[in-house]
């Protein structure tokens, strides 16, 4: 087992903006009591997202090797 501390890439804070409205979430229900001991109830619920946020994601095969230096070893 190995001792000792290896060095971090640089990093950089990322962070949306708190005001963006991008995903729409709905509901309906309507709820009819047919007769004294019976109810029926019909629900709907829905959400659709527009142009969502994304981040890339470098954690890719060979990612470790571009961006850290990484050794590459075939498996």
């Given at each position: 087992?190995?001792?000792?501390?290896?060095?971090?890439p640089?990093?950089?804070?990322?962070?949306?903006?708190?005001?963006?409205?991008?995903?729409?979430?709905?509901?309906a229900?309507?709820?009819?009591?047919?007769?004294?001991?019976?109810?029926?109830?019909?629900?709907?619920?829905?959400?659709?997202?527009?142009?969502?946020?994304?981040?890339?994601?470098?954690?890719?095969?060979?990612?470790?090797?571009?961006?850290?230096?990484?050794?590459?070893?075939?498996?």
């Amino acid at each position: 087992m190995g001792t000792g501390s290896v060095p971090l890439p640089p990093t950089s804070l990322r962070n949306m903006d708190e005001h963006i409205r991008q995903t729409q979430f709905w509901d309906a229900a309507i709820d009819r009591q047919l007769a004294r001991s019976t109810l029926i109830s019909l629900q709907y619920a829905g959400a659709r997202g527009l142009h969502l946020y994304d981040i890339k994601n470098i954690n890719t095969q060979g990612g470790g090797n571009v961006l850290l230096g990484d050794p590459f070893h075939s498996p």
